[in-house]
């Protein structure tokens, strides 16, 4: 058997994320727990309950799980609606036991990296139109101010805002988010308040930390014209532009060109200090007469892909090297912030998780800077408008019992992780049926 090991520069940041509505538990006051409330807006009416009950408390055994793992990285998330429970009124007890979680992990050797914004609102900021209302700048800066000023001694990297993109299309283009609009320019509006408010975001945490190194988390996605057609290449270019490239270009530009909205924003010119890449997949696109409220455009996995679980996402790990060679465009040091899969079973896992570590591998031998890799996610938690019915954790937990189960997966990725390297060993060890796609004989 062909032996090799691929090596991963010294000091690279191995670990996984996480967010906290997903796995804190009894987040009663934001939009999402009211969205939860309503017959109709979760799969199979699941509810996020105690989630990974992290606020009760868990969090200490799974950052336990994380050292055992070998993980010298987590991305976790504040919630807003903890912190500020009220327009005025900031909760210290709850930024206490943000700081306390900081310290668990510092107490492991793991580095924190801290998301202030993922998915959820307060629910007097929804009740005052949310991420639609231009005032939503002021007050985020002044939640962030407020947070950073509380946990500054004990983290460094921060993500302002995860994901605008899906967080427009969820919530404002029909994709099952609260508040559950489906409205293109409301869409826009609230995309281009999430740059100034991260504009005004990144301004405030330098202010108080110099030192800090700020960015958003990116979703990336693939939209690879499916046939020459020249519609289907417009399509494939435009859905591009006005998912992938409009929020992050702006931050390098301070011009906002989301096609049907275009705006001045010269205070988000060059307001990160890395570039988070979340990428799970790739879509095939055509056009299609049929589907006009979808921009004309039909999406899809290719027949032959490898698909997920639930046939969520399919395995693609060129894709993985699109995005990465997308990112590398900012001339930013990179942190893939979130990378994973839905697999209750645990096989489509080792084989998704060896090979986008691989490709990943591969543009570090290209020279791009990638400085950390955080899997989605430590334990299965709570996946927003698809309940419970994915499971994207290492480890399996029964949300019911608060049982944790070990899956094969743990024990790769530790040695990933112990080793800075994908050697043949450990996958013969931990995932043999996977030896022949990563190793040529
Ligand atoms: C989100 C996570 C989510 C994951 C898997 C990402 O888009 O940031 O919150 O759980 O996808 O669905």
């Given amino acids: 058997m062909p032996r090799a090991t691929f090596n991963f520069p010294a000091g690279f940041l191995w670990g996984t994320a996480t967010a906290a509505h997903q796995v804190e538990g009894n987040n009663v006051n934001n939009d999402w727990w009211a969205w939860e409330q309503e017959a109709g807006h979760i799969h199979d009416g699941d509810l996020s309950g105690k989630a990974c009950d992290w606020w009760g408390g868990r969090w200490r055994e799974d950052f336990d799980r994380a050292q055992d793992g070998w993980q010298n990285t987590h991305r976790f998330s504040v919630e807003w609606s903890r912190i500020q429970p009220e327009p ?181 010119k060059d307001t990160q200090d890395f570039l988070g890449l979340n990428y799970y997949t790739r879509d095939l696109i055509k056009f299609d007469l049929r589907k006009s409220g979808a921009l004309f455009s039909d999406r899809y996995y290719p027949k032959d892909a490898l698909l997920s679980e639930t046939g969520f996402l399919a395995n693609d790990p060129h894709g993985f090297q699109e995005a990465i060679k997308w990112a590398d465009k900012f001339g930013l040091p990179i942190y893939i912030t979130e990378n994973g899969c839905d697999d209750s079973q645990d096989d489509f896992r080792r084989r998704y998780l060896l090979e986008h570590l691989q490709a990943m591998w591969h543009m570090l031998t290209n020279n791009i800077p990638i400085k950390g890799y955080f899997y989605w996610t430590l334990v299965d938690n709570f996946e927003w408008e698809r309940g419970w019915s994915q499971r994207f954790g290492l480890w399996g937990l029964d949300p019911q019992t608060q049982i944790r189960t070990k899956r094969k997966s743990v024990d790769l990725y530790a040695e990933i992780c112990r080793t800075n390297a994908i050697t043949s060993e450990a996958v013969e060890k931990f995932a043999p049926e996977v030896y022949d796609i990563i190793y040529l004989e």
């Fill in 88 to 268: 005025d009124r900031w909760d210290e007890a709850a930024l206490d036991r943000y700081r306390q979680m900081l310290l668990g992990l510092r107490e492991r050797n793991i580095t924190a990296m801290v998301t202030l914004h993922h998915f959820t609102n307060p629910m007097w900021l929804a009740e005052i139109g949310g991420w639609e209302n231009e005032a939503v700048v002021d007050l985020f800066a002044a939640y962030v101010g407020r947070t950073v000023e509380a946990l500054k001694s004990h983290c460094q990297l921060w993500v302002t805002i995860n994901e605008p993109n899906v967080y427009m299309n969820g919530a404002y283009l029909g994709d099952g988010f609260p508040p559950g609009k489906n409205d293109q320019k409301t869409a826009l509006k609230v995309l281009l308040n999430m740059v100034k408010a991260h504009a005004a975001a990144y301004q405030v945490i330098h202010d108080l930390q110099p030192d800090a190194q700020v960015g958003v988390a990116h979703h990336w996605r693939g939209f690879q014209p499916a046939n020459k057609g020249p519609l289907t290449g417009y399509l494939s270019k435009l859905h591009h532009k006005a998912f992938n490239d409009a929020f992050a270009h702006s931050l390098k530009t301070g011009k906002f060109d989301a096609v049907m909205l275009k705006a001045d924003v010269p205070q988000a």
